[in-house]
């Protein structure tokens, strides 16, 4: 799907600048901005959003982890929190109604698939490559598993991303944007971890052909954008 602002460069550049440490974001913060990214992304003819929008988006059950129940005062609150770190700005609707428009590319640094795959984490947390593979799809297709590996090395070189755990099947990634107290909960689990790269997961004892497994990523990826169909006319009626 397209997006008319902010979209990814033809050669979706992992990065705009130098690696550099951005702030931590309150969990609030992340899914608002998150949500917006998506919305702008999956949803265009809604883009720029309300906040009642906002706020349907980031209670919504599917495609996010944990599932929230914010109240427009909470929305607010990290709107503002996104406009002083200039994330998000404020714009004025076709009515009297104040919608809000995302500068995540600019201010991650990143835009096209490795925005997508940052949007996800920030969605819905920790996430293994092929989970990471399959869910961000939705909003920038990726071919393969090696092709996620890669924008996922990408990520972590950037300083956006941290492998949790050892490298193989099951080793997940996640964002790096959590404040201290959650990072520390999360590095607890990744103290023995040593290079922070992200491996492909180990071949099945029993070999699979390719054919097989392009077929397989192709219908699951038939189901997630079916769902993911149903979902967004569902949150349009709401929004309406």
């Not at 795959?117 to 989970?131: D, K, S």
């Not at 497994?213 to 993911?228: C, R, Y």
Request: glycine letters at 6%; charged letters at 25%; a negative charge.
């Amino acid at each position: 799907m397209s997006e008319p602002e902010n979209a990814s460069g033809p050669d979706d550049s992992a990065a705009e600048s130098a690696p550099r440490r951005l702030p931590a974001l309150h969990p609030h913060q992340r899914r608002v901005l998150a949500v917006l990214v998506e919305k702008a992304k999956t949803t265009p003819d809604s883009y720029p959003l309300s906040l009642n929008a906002i706020q349907v988006g980031c209670n919504q059950k599917s495609n996010r982890d944990p599932v929230m129940q914010l109240d427009g005062d909470d929305v607010l609150i990290a709107l503002d929190g996104l406009r002083a770190l200039e994330a998000v700005t404020e714009i004025q609707g076709g009515g009297r109604v104040s919608k809000y428009r995302h500068h995540a590319y600019d201010w991650l640094g990143v835009r096209g698939k490795h925005a997508a795959v940052m949007i996800e984490l920030l969605l819905r947390g920790p996430q293994t490559l092929g989970e990471i593979r399959a869910r961000a799809s939705r909003m920038e297709k990726l071919e393969d598993l090696q092709t996620t590996t890669n924008i996922v090395n990408d990520l972590i070189s950037q300083n956006l991303v941290m492998a949790l755990g050892r490298p193989g099947r099951g080793q997940q990634f996640a964002h790096t944007l959590y404040e201290p107290d959650e990072m520390q909960r999360l590095r607890t689990a990744d103290e023995e971890n040593e290079a922070p790269v992200a491996t492909p997961p180990a071949q099945a004892t029993t070999p699979v052909a390719p054919a097989a497994v392009d077929s397989g990523w192709e219908s699951l990826q038939k189901q997630i954008d079916a769902l993911t169909d149903r979902i967004e006319q569902l949150e349009k009626r709401l929004d309406s």
